[in-house]
Structures are given as C-alpha cells and as structure tokens.
C-alpha cells in the first residue's frame, strides 16, 4: 500500500510539473538555509565533546560582587589551582594556565610560529590533549620545557624525532588563536622539546599550538624577561583554572568552595573585591559573551535568534506548501470522490496526500542540500568566518538529521490539506464540483500571510539599513587623516630608530612615526590619573604612547598648547597631549586653561602640554573617551609612515628593502592604516548580504504564499468570472476583483510592518555613536519594493485568469 503511494505520489508530482516545482523550489531554499543553520549549531555543540571526563570538568570565572560592577572574566588568579589542590577535598585535579606566549620557534635555520599557554602538568589529566611524542606526565614538569603541535614539529624537525631537541623561543605576542599578529619580539632563551600535540579529535574552546610548563614562567620571572605577579590574587586577568571534580562531587560542591575562598581572598569592602563562579566545560561553547575568552564563538542567544529564524522560515514554506496543496486539491476532488467510492476510507487518502508531501519535501531535500554545499561556500569565504571558524562537517548524524528535519517538514506541511481533503464527501463532489469549499473562512490563512509580508518588510527596510550604516562607516570622519599611512611592526624597539632615520631621507615619505598601538582598530590602554592638587579627584583615562612626529603622520590638530617634545625627558615621563573630552570630563577648564596643569599618572607626575581636537581612537561604535598622548620609548610597537600617494607600490618595497638591511633580524611586516580600518566595514558588510539573502528568502517565500492564495481564489471563483464575463465585464475588472482583497492585506502588512521597523532598526542603531537616521525615504523604498514584487505576483494570477475563455470556465464542473 505505502509503495502504491508513493508510486501515484510521483505519477502526480510529474502530472503537475509548475505546482510541484513552486513547491520543491520553495521548499528546497528554505530548506537550505535551515541546513545551513543547524550546521552551524551542531558545530558550535560540538565543542569539548571528545574529552572524557568532560562533565566533570569545570571553568572557574571570575566576576564584580557588591560595588564591583566588573561582568564575569573567563580569567581567574594564578594561586587559585594550587589553594584547590592543597586546602580543600572533592578535587581530583586542577590546572593552571597563563597567557604570554606564543611567537617564533627557531631550530637551526627553520622556524615555526604558534601560540599558546604556560601550563603545569595537571593539564593532560583533566583535558584529552594527547601526545605523538613524550610523557604526558612529564613532559610539562621540568623548566623550559616545550610541547608544540605536529604542524609545529613538521616544520622545524621533518623526520627527526623532536623530543628531546633544544629550540630558541622568541615571543611576538602571538595569540593561542593565531588571529591577531604579535607586534613586540621578547627573547625567551632556549626551550627543549618535551614533546609533541597529537590532532584533536573535535573541537576545542583552548585552540593552542604550543605548551610551555609553568616553571618556565618561573624561571623567566627570576630572570626578569617577564613581569608576572604569581602570588597576586588580584591578578586575574591573563589566567585559567581548570578543575576535575571527584565523581561523588557535584557543581554546587565546586560553588561551596569557591565562595569559601572569594570570601578569604577577596572580603568585603576590599577596593577589587571579586567573586568566583563555576563554569562546566560543555557549557563553555555556545554560551553568553563574556571578558578574556580563549575563543571567538557565536553567542548563545545569536544560536537561539537562529534557531528561532529556522523555524519562522520553514513555518512559512510548510505554509507555502498548505496554501498551494489546498489551491490544487480542488482540481483533484473528482479523483477522491472515486477513489471513495471504490471503496477508499480517509486513512488511505489521507495517507496518499501525505506521501506525496513527503515526496516532495524528500525531493526538496536533495536540491536543498547542493545549495548547501553553495551557501557553506559562500560563507566560509566571509570575513566573519575566519574568526568563528566554523567546520561545516558532513557526519552521518548530520545526515540523519536532515533526514529527520526534511521528513517533519513533509508531515507538517501535507498535515492540514491532507486531513481536509480526506474528508471530502465523495457524493457532493461527484455531484457537483463548483459547490465544494475546502475552507470557509481563511481568516487565518490571511493573518498568517499578512505575517509572512510583515517579516518580509522588516527584512527589506533592515537591510537597506545596513547598506547605508556600512556606507557611514567606510566613509567615517575619523578625526585624523587614515589615508597614505603605513604600519610597520617593530618586534623591538632597538629597531624603529635605524629605520626611521634611513626612510626619512627618501621623498617619498612624508613624516615618519612610531606609537603603540594604532587608533579605531579595537585596541585600548587605560590607567586611573589624579589631579596632582588634590589625589582625590581621580579620572579613567585611556592612552596612547607616540612621538612628537605621530602628530603630523596621523593629521592630529592642536586646538591650545604646543606638541610634545621632539626628545623626550631622560628623567621619566614628563609631558601628555590630552584630547577634548578629558579636559572636559576631568573639569580642567577651557583647553587653554588646562595646559600647564599637572597629573598623576601612575607615579610620576606630569604636565599636559597641550590639548588635541577629539578624535575616534576606539572603534567606531564606541563614543568618544578621555585620552592622553603618552610619550615613553618603551612601549613602542609600531611605526607609522605617512607617504606621498605618488608610486604606492614602489615605496612599499622601498620599505621592505631599507628594513632588511637596517634590521635584517627581523621580518618585515606592515598594513595600510585605511585598510585595516576596512575590516570593521567588511564584516558589517557579510552581516548586510547575509542579512538581504535572508530578505529575499522571505519575500520569495511570502510571494508563493501569494501565489497559493491568488491560485486558490482563480480556482474557487472560475465559474463566477466566466459569468462576469458573459454578462459584460472587461479584463481590467475581473483584475481588479480579484486582486483587491490581496492588495487589502498587503496594505495592511504596510501598516504593521513599518512602525515595527523602524522601532527594531532603532534598538541596533543606538550601539553606533555615530549612526545613519531612518529617513522616511527608506521606508518608502522597502515599502515600494515589496509592493512591487508582491502587486506582480497578484496580477500574474488575476490576468491569467481574466483571459480564460469564458465557455471552458461555465462548461467545467
């Protein structure tokens, strides 16, 4: 029987061709892009699943408590491991690990680069990292001790067996993800491989490719190549605990001992007083943003938005699919009416409509799946992508999945035409056809596509939305001139002074510069100052480290005072720029008033000398912030070279040349200031075309909702418009008849759907300072382009149906 339904199920399908393929088109692209969505959730689910111990393995977090507003850190104290081990019971193991390395690792003339952790021993009995090569019970133990990835040892070693070889580690800052580059070059001696990282099997919230134990730390501080306080509980900004719970022992036993501890180490009325919280390991990934996370992941709520998305969007096409199916089971009413009265019961033509529903959604599924392949190719070529690093790996359990989701998909669409459908009543159909009424009221059917075009107008207007704001952003008023600038990464600082001195002869360089971090590309320094007349009053401040020269290579404009020193004090920090906002905000006066003053910065006081229009120093979705213009040598990273414009390219490699041979040590590395600040714009711009695909599903799907009711309509009252016809009435009146109840709800989506977006394109409009307004010019344009594709939809359907000839209209039953 089921074969037997299945059979006429495709017979129909192939009968049908425009229906079926409206069907499976509209089917198979929103199928698609569920797909897609649960591929990156079962991604982001899969985080830490290999790991065998995993739910007894816990994150310890820290966070403010009573005054503290601090959120939670996913960084913790350094002592904490060892005061769990040594004080309390219930703990297996824990583990500590530190941030601060991660470079360049050199073995005769081949080098390596990696990021990672200091970490002790405990690590490999808590976590499954496994080795190829070494003990894992020893390899963390002795100081300078040196565990890196294959990758890493391919590289350096081929064929040689790494253990026990001796490597020299130079630190660039690199970061465990290996996104950002490291800008500063630190010798930290000769390691020996201890050994080497076996592949993970699945993925990891601690992404690293080298491990160094924790008593090279130590050593490195006595040696002072490092600056780490070790014993300093309020210290917890570059650190991870890591626990493994006895199996008797639950989380809340965790919490028990760690508000034990945040209470001895952190009490009340303590100027940092923090408070200390459990976090499993498989709930580390997906879960809320939160400070000093070893991974980039898609949030928690940004997977439910998208869970929540697959469904309107599937609701929608099983909609879709309703609307049409009852539109063509009216066409089919004869064959049920025999089919009962042959003998037929509604089980089996209520089973009949549903295989052919599950037939389509089956055939929906294979097309959906090819434009998977082409939308996961489309998105890992996106520049988000290369930070949440999604895999999109095609596992039989996926496959089943899809195989599940397609198959609840075809019930839930062929559920409702297939219960009413099967209850026809075979004698007043085969008795008169024109008499029959599957609905009587689509009060609901309407509401539902008034919905469906109200979504649909809310994507349009969104995405016209973030067209303009990523256009104000490439086109952004800085506050300093990005164009014509060249960072170069010192490494050391030893290296700015040769290099600027031989550039600066050349034309083609207009002012040369050094400063520690580049304005508007997501770097902050912050500090707390004072006024040097009363310590009371106290500031949050920001800075910067640059030159007197950094002035002119960035465009900066002194509005009081004069520029920094060209040689800055022997003596220690002297002298500051400071912008408006911190004279306003730290109430110094006019700018004129405030030059001259003194501050406390740290422990040296020191003079602003001069006062510097505002510019945009944080990223563009940030406000303005009080800022100070530091000048220590130190603490330079970059240097940055305004150029002529004239020859680019040739002053490029001018650049790369002078720097081999006045630091040849050290690899050349540099970016346009303008195209870095580019990457803000490229990723609102994936979130746009991501966004107006999206837009163009809904308003696709929404159309054969459309297409369904218009359908449905020329169906049910073909007989009455032959009449019409007959009796006098033109094409353009049997148009109109039959389109204006459908312009009616279109309108009414209009209505609702315009207040709502400009309320929702408000509430992510005010994360941006500076920010595109919601002129009534662009809710005239998405409100026109969905009538426009909405109104062609319409009038297809009544034109077709105005031109029927009226005798085979009034001659078919």
Same mark, same amino acid.
């Given at each position: 029987?089921?074969?037997?339904y299945?059979?006429?199920?495709?017979?129909?399908?192939?009968?049908?061709?425009?229906?079926? #393929?409206?069907?499976?088109?509209?089917?198979?692209?929103?199928?698609?892009?569920? #797909?897609?969505?649960?591929a990156?959730?079962?991604?982001?689910?899969?985080?830490?699943q290999?790991?065998?111990?995993?739910?007894?393995?816990?994150?310890?977090l820290?966070?403010?408590?009573?005054?503290?507003h601090?959120?939670?850190?996913a960084?913790?104290?350094?002592p904490? @491991?060892?005061?769990l081990?040594?004080?309390?019971?219930?703990?297996?193991a824990?583990?500590?690990?530190?941030?601060?390395?991660?470079?360049? *690792?050199?073995?005769?003339?081949?080098?390596? &680069?990696?990021?990672?952790?200091?970490?002790?021993?405990?690590?490999?009995?808590?976590?499954?990292?496994?080795? #190829?090569?070494? /003990?894992?019970?020893?390899? #963390?133990?002795?100081?300078? $001790?040196?565990?890196?990835?294959?990758?890493?040892?391919?590289?350096?070693?081929?064929?040689?067996?790494?253990?026990?070889?001796?490597?020299?580690?130079?630190?660039?800052?690199?970061?465990?993800?290996?996104?950002?580059?490291?800008?500063?070059?630190?010798?930290?001696g000769?390691?020996t491989?201890?050994?080497?990282?076996?592949?993970?099997?699945?993925?990891t919230?601690?992404?690293?490719?080298?491990?160094?134990? +924790? &008593?090279?730390?130590?050593?490195?501080?006595?040696?002072? *190549?490092?600056?780490?306080?070790?014993?300093?509980?309020? $210290?917890?900004?570059?650190?991870?605990?890591y626990?493994?719970?006895?199996?008797?022992?639950?989380?809340?036993?965790?919490?028990n001992?760690l508000?034990?501890?945040?209470?001895?180490?952190?009490?009340?009325?303590?100027?940092?007083?923090?408070?200390?919280?459990?976090?499993a390991?498989?709930?580390?990934t997906?879960?809320?943003?939160?400070?000093?996370?070893?991974?980039?992941?898609?949030?928690?709520?940004?997977?439910?938005?998208?869970?929540?998305?697959?469904?309107?969007?599937?609701l929608?096409?099983?909609?879709?699919?309703?609307?049409? $199916?009852v539109?063509?089971s009216?066409?089919?009413?004869?064959?049920?009416?025999?089919?009962?009265?042959?003998?037929?019961?509604?089980?089996?033509?209520?089973?009949?409509?549903i295989?052919?529903?599950?037939?389509?959604?089956?055939?929906?599924?294979?097309? &959906?799946i090819?434009?998977?392949?082409?939308?996961?190719?489309?998105?890992?070529?996106?520049?988000?992508?290369?930070?949440?690093?999604?895999?999109?790996?095609?596992?039989?359990?996926l496959?089943?999945?899809?195989?599940g989701?397609?198959?609840?998909?075809?019930?839930?669409?062929?559920?409702?035409?297939?219960?009413?459908?099967?209850?026809?009543?075979?004698?007043q159909?085969?008795?008169?056809?024109?008499?029959t009424?599957?609905f009587?009221?689509?009060?609901?059917?309407?509401?539902?596509?008034? +919905?469906?075009?109200? *979504?649909s107008?809310?994507?349009?207007?969104s995405?016209?939305?973030?067209?303009?704001?990523?256009?104000?952003?490439?086109?952004? /008023?800085?506050?300093?001139?990005?164009?014509?600038?060249?960072?170069?990464?010192?490494?050391?600082?030893?290296?700015?002074?040769?290099f600027?001195?031989?550039? &600066?002869?050349?034309?083609?360089?207009?002012?040369v510069?050094?400063?520690?971090?580049?304005?508007?590309?997501?770097?902050?320094?912050g500090?707390?100052?004072?006024?040097?007349?009363?310590?009371?009053?106290?500031?949050?401040?920001?800075?910067?480290d640059?030159?007197?020269?950094?002035?002119?290579?960035? @465009?900066?404009?002194l509005?009081?005072?004069?520029?920094?020193?060209?040689?800055?004090?022997q003596n220690?920090?002297?002298?500051?720029?400071?912008?408006?906002?911190?004279?306003?905000?730290f109430?110094?006066?006019?700018?004129?008033e405030?030059?001259?003053?003194?501050i406390?910065?740290?422990?040296?006081?020191?003079?602003?000398?001069?006062?510097?229009?505002?510019?945009?120093?944080?990223?563009?979705?940030?406000?303005?912030?009080?800022?100070?213009?530091?000048?220590?040598?130190?603490e330079?990273?970059?240097?940055?070279i305004?150029?002529?414009?004239?020859n680019q390219?040739?002053?490029?490699?001018?650049?790369e040349?002078?720097?081999?041979?006045?630091?040849?040590?050290?690899?050349f590395?540099?970016e346009?200031?303008?195209?870095?600040?580019?990457?803000?714009?490229?990723?609102?711009?994936? *979130?746009?075309n991501?966004?107006?695909?999206?837009?163009?599903?809904?308003?696709?799907?929404?159309?054969?909702?459309?297409?369904?009711?218009?359908?449905?309509?020329?169906e049910?009252r073909?007989?009455?418009?032959?009449?019409?016809?007959?009796l006098?009435? @033109?094409?353009?009146?049997?148009?109109?008849?039959?389109s204006?109840?459908y312009?009616?709800?279109?309108a009414?989506?209009?209505?609702?759907?315009?207040?709502?977006?400009?309320?929702?394109?408000?509430?992510w409009?005010?994360?941006?300072?500076s920010?595109?307004?919601?002129?009534?010019?662009v809710?005239?344009?998405?409100?026109?382009?969905?009538?426009?594709?909405? $109104?062609?939809?319409?009038?297809?359907?009544?034109?077709?149906?105005?031109?029927?000839?009226?005798?085979?209209?009034?001659?078919?039953?």
């Amino acid at each position: 029987m089921i074969k037997n339904y299945f059979i006429i199920a495709w017979r129909n399908l192939l009968k049908n061709r425009a229906f079926s #393929l409206i069907n499976v088109i509209g089917l198979a692209f929103s199928m698609s892009v569920c #797909l897609l969505i649960l591929a990156i959730i079962a991604d982001q689910k899969s985080y830490d699943q290999f790991h065998s111990n995993k739910d007894r393995v816990f994150r310890v977090l820290t966070h403010g408590k009573n005054n503290n507003h601090m959120n939670d850190m996913a960084t913790s104290a350094i002592p904490l @491991g060892e005061e769990l081990r040594k004080n309390y019971t219930g703990i297996e193991a824990s583990a500590t690990l530190v941030r601060n390395i991660g470079g360049n *690792v050199f073995y005769n003339e081949k080098i390596a &680069s990696g990021g990672g952790y200091f970490a002790d021993e405990n690590l490999f009995k808590i976590l499954d990292f496994k080795l #190829l090569e070494g /003990d894992p019970k020893t390899a #963390l133990t002795n100081p300078r $001790s040196l565990v890196i990835s294959q990758e890493m040892a391919s590289k350096l070693f081929f064929n040689e067996n790494p253990v026990g070889k001796t490597v020299t580690f130079k630190n660039t800052d690199l970061s465990p993800t290996g996104v950002d580059n490291g800008n500063r070059e630190t010798d930290y001696g000769l390691f020996t491989i201890t050994g080497v990282l076996k592949a993970n099997e699945g993925k990891t919230h601690l992404p690293f490719k080298l491990l160094a134990s +924790m &008593s090279s730390l130590n050593v490195l501080v006595k040696d002072s *190549v490092l600056n780490v306080a070790q014993n300093d509980w309020n $210290s917890i900004w570059a650190n991870y605990t890591y626990v493994l719970l006895q199996k008797d022992k639950t989380e809340a036993d965790l919490q028990n001992i760690l508000d034990k501890i945040s209470d001895k180490y952190y009490p009340k009325g303590d100027v940092n007083q923090y408070g200390l919280k459990t976090k499993a390991l498989t709930e580390i990934t997906p879960s809320n943003p939160i400070g000093n996370e070893t991974h980039i992941a898609i949030p928690k709520i940004v997977l439910l938005v998208l869970g929540v998305l697959c469904l309107i969007v599937m609701l929608s096409a099983c909609l879709n699919y309703t609307n049409l $199916s009852v539109a063509r089971s009216l066409t089919r009413a004869k064959e049920v009416g025999i089919r009962k009265v042959s003998g037929a019961t509604r089980s089996h033509i209520f089973g009949q409509f549903i295989a052919e529903s599950a037939l389509i959604s089956m055939v929906s599924l294979v097309l &959906s799946i090819i434009i998977l392949f082409l939308l996961q190719s489309l998105f890992s070529g996106l520049m988000i992508n290369k930070y949440l690093n999604i895999n999109f790996n095609h596992t039989l359990p996926l496959y089943l999945t899809f195989l599940g989701f397609s198959l609840a998909v075809g019930v839930i669409a062929g559920l409702l035409p297939s219960l009413y459908i099967s209850a026809f009543n075979p004698i007043q159909i085969l008795k008169s056809f024109g008499g029959t009424k599957v609905f009587k009221r689509l009060t609901l059917r309407k509401a539902l596509l008034i +919905m469906q075009f109200s *979504v649909s107008l809310i994507f349009i207007i969104s995405t016209c939305l973030i067209y303009l704001q990523t256009d104000h952003i490439f086109n952004f /008023d800085y506050g300093f001139n990005k164009d014509n600038v060249i960072n170069v990464t010192l490494y050391k600082q030893e290296n700015y002074k040769r290099f600027a001195q031989e550039i &600066s002869r050349n034309k083609n360089i207009a002012a040369v510069s050094a400063c520690t971090f580049l304005p508007a590309t997501g770097t902050q320094n912050g500090t707390m100052v004072k006024k040097a007349a009363n310590l009371k009053d106290s500031l949050q401040s920001s800075y910067i480290d640059i030159d007197a020269k950094c002035v002119d290579v960035w @465009g900066l404009k002194l509005i009081a005072g004069k520029n920094l020193p060209e040689i800055p004090s022997q003596n220690g920090e002297r002298h500051i720029l400071i912008n408006q906002k911190m004279v306003e905000k730290f109430k110094l006066g006019t700018p004129q008033e405030a030059v001259g003053q003194k501050i406390l910065v740290g422990k040296n006081t020191v003079e602003v000398v001069g006062v510097v229009k505002d510019f945009q120093f944080l990223n563009v979705m940030r406000e303005i912030e009080p800022l100070m213009l530091r000048n220590r040598q130190s603490e330079f990273n970059y240097a940055t070279i305004r150029i002529s414009g004239n020859n680019q390219q040739e002053t490029t490699k001018y650049l790369e040349e002078t720097w081999k041979k006045v630091n040849p040590t050290t690899n050349f590395e540099y970016e346009f200031l303008d195209e870095e600040l580019l990457l803000v714009h490229t990723v609102f711009s994936n *979130v746009a075309n991501v966004l107006g695909f999206i837009a163009f599903l809904a308003v696709f799907i929404s159309c054969l909702g459309l297409l369904g009711m218009a359908t449905y309509t020329a169906e049910t009252r073909r007989k009455e418009m032959g009449i019409r016809k007959v009796l006098g009435s @033109g094409a353009f009146q049997i148009i109109l008849l039959l389109s204006k109840n459908y312009i009616k709800m279109i309108a009414i989506s209009v209505v609702i759907a315009t207040p709502l977006a400009y309320f929702i394109n408000n509430l992510w409009l005010e994360f941006f300072v500076s920010r595109v307004s919601i002129r009534p010019s662009v809710l005239i344009f998405g409100i026109f382009i969905l009538l426009a594709i909405s $109104s062609l939809t319409v009038l297809s359907q009544a034109w077709r149906a105005a031109k029927v000839n009226p005798v085979e209209s009034l001659k078919a039953e």
